[in-house]
């Protein structure tokens, strides 16, 4: 094509962007970021013709001139058709760039997006998850291609998006953090009706503080004027019309000046200019809007109908007058995506259905087949391609086109003679990928009822019901799945004579997964008793038919059985076993190791459950699932693996890259792990965390870790009230039979022990009371008929926590209980150790024993200090400064490094931070002066400053012993002496004196 327009050049090309100079200021200023490793989005609307894809050229120069890797792809007015589209556009020129060659070739999931890649052939199933995989295969791309260069990713006119692309856009503005990408998109408002899907998205991606967001205006008068001087206007009363007529629109007044004349609207406008070429080039021009916004050469000279030099010189004209402009190596596109609406609108009924018919011969993408097909009114042809073209789409990752591909056809379907031939399939095996791809792409209402629809007209089949089942299970509908489950068992049964069937039997493989369906669905309900017996049912079916997906899932089951009844090495073997098969689903293999790496850490083998959760986390990532389901799962065990570990520094960078800004249920899930070290650590992140998660708080899974460690901060800020709000909300959502109660039951006895500080009061006895029975219930109870084993290592830890705090609440400082919550945590929880450390301390120095608590606090500090847990390192200071712990001179502040390079937990440093927002703790015998100097000298001891600090807030003797760790008999020696050295009567007295005069620290 180079060869046939060598020297055409289109005038606009040379003309300087007139009148977005603030615009394209701002959008350099996201490109700027992006080149120092903050990634960020530039979204662009406007009406059509009004200069966002010149402004977006301008954009695209300055990226190219410092150094970044430019992808630009564009979508096209053919709805959910033709999936990813943009990104599909942006990769053909990957044959141009071996680095992104090379990258692609490494990413099985966009090498199927390179035009002439062909398909593996595995089932149509899956797109849910094939989505993820190219999401996170896209993401990976863009991360990668970003180390070596900034990239600047253009996705031009959002407004035909399909529905995948604009799942992309969402996903990647959210993820990228700090890689050096930018990302641009643009759309026409004057095309967003009420209700097109693009106006949520926008809404959505508006709230990110990474996205920009413009709105290109009309130009000036002077600013059109200018431009079309720049474009070769002459006559100042041509240029005036023109602006008058133009009404700010560039695109409308260069067609104005083009045209010499002017037409009553856009369209006439357009069709004026078209009407001045030849015939040939009419007829080029005709077809070419009838292939879209862009045609190959080859394929617009077949449809054409035309020799070489007849379309060559059709070309020509073409290109002169600016119509159509060469697009790459190989092909044409409108210089505007008017130009091509106006001239496919102006086609005559029958010469629509010509070309459209002629492209049926042409081409061979299943989507624009079908869509051509249809256009023309091929029936059985759009009936066979719709069919393909889902499932291209269910292989891309594309469910929302597959799911909207298979119902076009079911919607031909009667409309064909001999469908069923002409299809390739039957229609039940239709529908079933129809509900399948529905339920993919998160519309599981949608798939529940063309289910319900297919089992109304349709033979009553084992696999329909099972489909079903399933889908209720994931829609929350407890009996509906239970109920048709076991329909789906009763017909697979009969149709195969039972679980000892012949192994040939194919219907095995639907009695197999059958029975770990019904199985799964009964394992959280009064029914879980039943669930071991099916789940080895299901396990020996699955075995004899060869079906992998439901060995697994079988094995799970029933290590969950097992795990529950306390058998936890059985559960583990099980596990072992499942995570060892590559069934053929992605989601189960990791669903296998997830729950393998969560089994070892619940028994505290953390060092296996690291290497098991490596290697989960490793198979998500060489395969695009890391931000699928369990994908996200395994990273936060690995966090937690870290977290408990005591290894914060890599927790933190874990927590790190899940982000703060969330919009999506999935990414909060992910986010609320964050807070677990942030919170231990006092992080500043961690309110507005809390504030972007607080919209998900009906989700019960965010509910319970994100408002159980809120109330974490809550505490350790000093507002337990707060805390036992987010408590009370954690506890109302949770059942009874769930061991993660017992963690949430603990905080809240914190909490009453807080609330409690100046005597415990009937209520909080009460509460405290019913929060150990549910601690004791949840570690004891469990689903069906309600027998649990014995818990892990760090539920007994946690429940042994919950029983010394609701000591703590009665008043009761036992060191005995706080030993045993010590000893439980050791298993490997460094962190908790420290923090039950500190209450062993203050036990400790409650009944006497000073020199034990000091040597229990002393490993606290250390421990807080070498994991920079700074909310711990203040508890602690304070209770060094109340116990009047002995410290060094010279001891370090409360960021330094730990002062033994051993274990945190068992590091025996003697020194003492200080407390926050001072040079040094109090002295035990500085003198306490009033600021006037002409006052009189009053010399109180450090522990007297003490005592009267807390007699000016209103303690009693006996509140004040407590919280100095001293006897009542001493407080009362201290109040006497400060009495008298204040030379006043009375508390109160003492009270107001050392307000007046300043005398408090």
Request: aromatic share 6%.
């Amino acid at each position: 094509m180079r060869g046939i327009l060598p020297n055409v050049v289109w005038r606009e090309a040379s003309s300087a962007l007139v009148g977005r100079s603030s615009e394209l200021d701002r959008l350099v200023g996201v490109l700027s970021a992006a080149a120092v490793g903050q990634a960020g989005v530039g979204i662009i609307g406007g009406d059509a013709g009004i200069g966002k894809t010149r402004l977006v050229a301008e954009l695209v120069d300055l990226a190219r001139a410092q150094g970044f890797a430019v992808l630009s792809g564009q979508c096209a007015e053919l709805g959910d058709a033709l999936p990813y589209l943009p990104l599909t556009d942006a990769l053909r020129g990957a044959a141009d760039d071996p680095d992104l060659l090379q990258a692609i070739e490494a990413r099985p999931m966009l090498r199927r997006l390179v035009p002439g890649s062909s398909f593996d052939s595995r089932p149509e199933s899956g797109s849910g998850l094939a989505q993820q995989q190219l999401f996170g295969s896209t993401l990976d791309l863009l991360a990668e291609l970003a180390t070596a260069r900034p990239v600047i990713f253009v996705l031009e006119d959002l407004h035909w998006a399909d529905r995948s692309t604009r799942d992309l856009l969402v996903f990647l503005s959210r993820m990228l953090q700090r890689e050096r990408v930018c990302l641009v998109g643009t759309y026409r408002t004057d095309d967003l009706h009420r209700r097109h899907p693009l106006r949520p998205l926008l809404a959505e991606l508006q709230r990110l503080p990474s996205v920009t967001a413009l709105r290109l205006g009309p130009l000036g008068t002077g600013e059109m004027s200018d431009h079309l001087v720049a474009l070769g206007g002459a006559d100042a009363k041509v240029i005036g019309d023109i602006i008058e007529r133009a009404e700010g629109n560039p695109f409308y007044a260069e067609e104005l000046l083009a045209a010499e004349g002017l037409p009553y609207n856009v369209a006439n406008l357009l069709l004026a200019r078209v009407e001045r070429l030849s015939e040939p080039a009419q007829r080029v021009l005709r077809a070419a809007a009838v292939a879209g916004r862009r045609v190959d050469h080859d394929l617009l000279q077949k449809v054409a109908d035309l020799d070489d030099a007849e379309l060559e010189e059709a070309m020509r004209e073409i290109v002169s007058r600016g119509l159509l402009l060469p697009d790459g190596d190989y092909g044409y596109a409108f210089r505007h995506a008017l130009l091509q609406e106006a001239v496919y609108t102006d086609l005559l009924p029958g010469e629509r259905t010509r070309l459209h018919s002629r492209f049926t011969r042409l081409l061979e993408s299943p989507a624009e087949l079908a869509y051509h097909y249809l256009a023309s009114h091929d029936l059985p042809g759009a009936l066979a391609t719709s069919v393909e073209a889902g499932r291209r789409a269910d292989r891309l990752g594309a469910p929302v086109e597959a799911h909207s591909h298979y119902d076009q056809a079911l919607a031909l379907w009667h409309r064909v003679p001999d469908a069923e031939r002409v299809a390739g399939i039957q229609q039940v095996r239709l529908a079933l990928l129809s509900a399948a791809a529905a339920e993919e792409s998160g519309d599981t209402h949608r798939a529940i009822v063309q289910m319900r629809e297919l089992l109304a007209t349709e033979d009553q089949a084992a696999e329909l019901w099972e489909r079903l089942a399933y889908y209720l299970i994931d829609a929350g509908d407890e009996a509906g799945a239970i109920e048709a489950a076991k329909t789906a068992v009763h017909l697979a049964t009969e149709a195969t004579g039972g679980p000892g069937a012949d192994a040939g039997d194919p219907a095995l493989c639907v009695l197999a997964r059958a029975l770990a369906t019904y199985a799964r669905a009964l394992l959280w309900t009064s029914r879980h008793d039943e669930v071991e017996d099916l789940a080895r049912q299901a396990l020996e079916s699955a075995r004899a038919a060869g079906v992998h997906d439901a060995e697994s899932s079988a094995l799970i089951t029933l290590a969950s059985v097992a795990d529950i009844g306390g058998h936890a090495e059985r559960a583990e073997e099980l596990l072992a076993v499942a995570a060892a098969i590559r069934s053929g689903d992605l989601s189960i293999d990791l669903r296998a190791i997830y729950n393998h790496a969560r089994v070892q850490y619940e028994r505290g083998r953390l060092a296996d459950a690291a290497v098991t959760a490596d290697r989960g986390v490793g198979l998500a990532r060489d395969t695009g699932l890391s931000w699928s389901l369990f994908g996200t799962d395994l990273r936060f065990l690995r966090l937690l693996i870290h977290y408990v570990a005591g290894e914060w520094e890599q927790a933190s960078e874990l927590a790190a890259g899940f982000a703060v800004r969330v919009g999506r249920l999935a990414e909060a899930r992910l986010s609320g792990y964050a807070l677990f070290v942030e919170v231990a650590r006092g992080d500043p992140i961690v309110e507005e965390r809390l504030a972007w998660l607080k919209p998900f708080w009906s989700d019960q899974l965010v509910t319970y870790i994100v408002r159980g460690l809120a109330a974490e901060h809550d505490l350790w800020n000093g507002d337990p009230r707060s805390a036992m709000e987010h408590i009370d909300a954690v506890v109302e959502a949770m059942e009874l039979f769930d061991p993660g109660l017992i963690r949430i039951c603990a905080t809240g006895l914190w909490a009453l022990a807080e609330l409690g500080q100046g005597g415990p009061r009937s209520g909080d006895l009460q509460k405290a009371d019913d929060l150990l029975r549910r601690a004791r219930g949840a570690a004891t109870v469990g689903p069906g008929s309600g027998t649990r084993g014995e818990l892990g290592v760090e539920g007994r830890a946690w429940l042994a926590r919950a029983e010394a705090e609701w000591h703590r609440v009665h008043g009761r400082p036992d060191p005995a209980v706080w030993r045993v919550v010590v000893d439980a945590f050791d298993f490997g929880s460094v962190y908790e150790v420290a923090r039950s450390r500190r209450r062993l301390a203050e036990a400790l120095l409650a009944t006497g024993d000073r020199e034990e608590a000091l040597k229990e606090w002393r490993q606290a500090v250390a421990t807080a200090k070498a994991l920079n847990a700074a909310p711990l390192l203040r508890a602690l200071t304070e209770l060094g400064r109340r116990a009047r712990f002995p410290t060094p001179p010279n001891h370090p502040s409360s960021s330094g490094p730990p002062a033994s390079s051993g274990h945190p937990a068992s590091s025996g440093a003697s020194d003492f931070p200080p407390t926050s927002g001072s040079s040094s703790p109090l002295s035990l015998s500085s003198p306490l002066s009033p600021p006037n100097a002409d006052g009189p000298a009053i010399t109180l001891t450090g522990r007297e400053q003490e005592v009267l600090a807390l007699v000016a807030v209103g303690l009693s003797n006996r509140e004040i012993a407590e919280r100095l760790f001293i006897s009542n008999k001493t407080v009362s020696v201290h109040v006497s002496n400060i009495l008298a050295k204040l030379g006043v009567s009375s508390r109160t007295q003492a009270a107001a004196y050392a307000h007046q005069e300043g005398l408090l620290p």
